[in-house]
């Protein structure tokens, strides 16, 4: 008898192999899956069909909230200027830097800055404000409206000191500190007269 080989391999070598080759051609069985198929949820249930249609749109939801939404921290609210004071002019302008510089997406162009800032004008300096938006309406185009560097320079020259550096130098000269206070309280004093 001729050696029986399978695939390169002899039979006879391979222990519990008998002479019968009929399983060599006999159908390979094929596994049923774990779990069948079954049709939608929707279709036998009505209630399961509303909590799937309520997941869907969770996660619709969920889906929709992984896009970075833009910081927007919370300023707080500035002070009114009513030009009565004008030492106040350089802290209201500052004030409306700082809130700019929080919400930048809100006040992206200079025309958005200027109505804000004049929004938080009262007494005489939005009264002067008033007639020069009034004249805009008959025609005549005021340049500050567009553009914040503009619109600040019309402040100082309308409502803020009148001798900026004499009068820094004033407040330099009777610049002390009083019992109690800390140099970092003469320091920014100093630094912001000086500036």
């Known amino acids: ?7 390169g391999v002899d039979l006879s070598t391979v222990p519990h192999v008998d002479n019968d080759l009929d399983w060599v051609n006999a159908p390979i069985p094929v596994s049923t ?6 049709p939608p949820v929707a279709d036998r249930n009505p ?13 619709e939801n969920l889906n929709r909230g992984l896009t970075p939404r833009p910081h927007q921290s919370k300023a707080c609210i500035l002070d009114t200027f009513d ?5 106040k002019l350089n802290h209201f302008l500052f ?3 700082l809130f700019f510089h929080t919400n930048p997406l809100q006040f992206s162009t200079d025309e958005e800055k200027i109505n ?10 939005q009264d002067w404000f008033e007639v020069a938006l009034q004249q805009e309406n008959l025609g005549y185009m005021q340049s500050w ?6 619109f600040v320079d019309k402040l100082w020259v309308h409502f803020g000191l009148l001798d900026l550096v004499g ?4 407040l330099i000269d009777n610049l002390c500190m009083k019992p109690g206070d800390k140099i970092a309280t003469y320091n920014v004093e100093f630094m912001w007269y000086a500036a």
């Open 83 to 87: 030009s009565s004071n004008p030492h």
């Open 33 to 38: 899956p774990a779990f069948q198929i079954s």
């Open 116 to 125: 804000f800032a004049m929004t938080y004008l009262s007494s005489v300096a």
């Open 47 to 59: 209630v399961n069909s509303q909590l799937a249609e309520a997941l869907r749109q969770l996660s």
């Open 167 to 170: 009068d820094a130098a004033n």
């Open 1 to 7: 008898m001729e050696p029986l080989e399978f695939h």
């Open 95 to 97: 004030q409306c830097r």
């Open 145 to 150: 409206l567009s553009t914040w560097h503009l």
